[in-house]
């Protein structure tokens, strides 16, 4: 698992500018990637970082540091290494010395870090050239909030790989293809670490002359590392020998190399560049080298000539931009000025996008809430139409009930009024009968009377008759 991204910030003085390299080191012998380093391992990094700076051991005990620790992350490895270097620096070396003290830490760093890159299976560019193009990743390197230490793990914008993939198209002399850049890369993939962008150069140089190669990658290597400012032929004057020769020469914030010719293969001499150094300008006389001017240093000054008015003013801006960066503390390099500059657009245009993006969330969200109003109210309103509805339903239906009840009811009464009808004709046919049957009833009492009582006389008459008989 690789340890979590954080500021390398610490108190006390930057340890020359290379946490980048160091975590280079560190991150080799962090074996295990669990983000720490036993101290022991710790120990001799920090010997070999003092021994390759040519400067002498330190009092101070890495054990005696947090001790209740085994291992320590980078973090903390920082605040215990980067006051001790700081403080020899500041003691043993002046000034001037320092930018030679950079390129020793970068050969120390990159000494224990190599084998990890170099070593790694397919690799098509040789050591010299990984160790540049590693500078160049450095000089790059994502920077924390402060805009001065790098984030670890050290990563570099996908935009600064592209340009830097452009400058290789473009020293090759081949067309660059964006298309193909996204392809390779991913489209989410937006910071890289030093394996995938050496990597990717490697791609693009696939195929191309080993000797081409190797101007490439020191042509990038010039500019973003070197920070060459100028490079061109200058006609100088010797110092024994006061002939004028012309050279080929580089100007750097630190040194004006000068070499027989611009293959830069044969360095006849250098002139380094201090905060003691300046520019004076001569007079153009007739008959004599025109657009001359005079490059002071300690012990040593170099009288050079150039074509024309033009190529002198260059020149001289360009000799004074290399004093002005040992002059002025915390001058920069042009190089390094840009990739801030393109760091700092970045991080507008990714707050641009993060406000764009927020306003977009609170619109969204304002949207949503009356989207939830509406439908809230629609809701409303929709129940209490459905409400409405049911209660006209139920109107209609009270209305077809009473209807019907009514109905029934008038039936009923209809009903009833035939039924009392029915009955009291009945009633009146029973009364009727009733009478009928007393009447029978009457007369058969009559009838019952009348006919005992001609019973009777028949007996009587005929015991009459018997009587009178006998």
Known sequence: MNPAKESTTTSGPSALGKRAQIWHAFNALDEQKKGEVLKSQLKVLTHNLLTGLGLPETDDKIEAFLPLATALSFKDFMRFVEPILAKAVARFCNADDVPILLDRLDNVCWFICSRTYVSQPGRTLDGDNCFKIWCVFNVLAQSGDDGEDPVVPVEIDREEAEILVQKVHRFIGIGYDKDGFRRHLGSEDRLLGFPQLLKLVEKYLFGVDASVVNKVVAEIHEQYVLGVLKKGYLTKKGHFVTNWKERWCVLTPNFLRYFVSRDEKELKGEFRITSK?????????????QSKFILKGEGKDYEVSVPDPITKTEWVTAFNTAISYHTQLGKESPMKTEIRQRRLSRLARMERLTQEQQQKLKQKELIDSTQQQLDQEMTKRMDAERR???????????QELMARTKEELEAVSMARAEAEARWANETAQLERQKEHLREMQELHGQLSAQLEKEQKAREQEELSRKRQEE
């Open 388 to 398: 409405m509805q049911e209660e006209e339903e139920k109107r209609l239906r009270d």
């Open 277 to 289: 150094c300046t520019v004076e300008n001569v007079n153009d006389r007739s008959g004599s080298k």
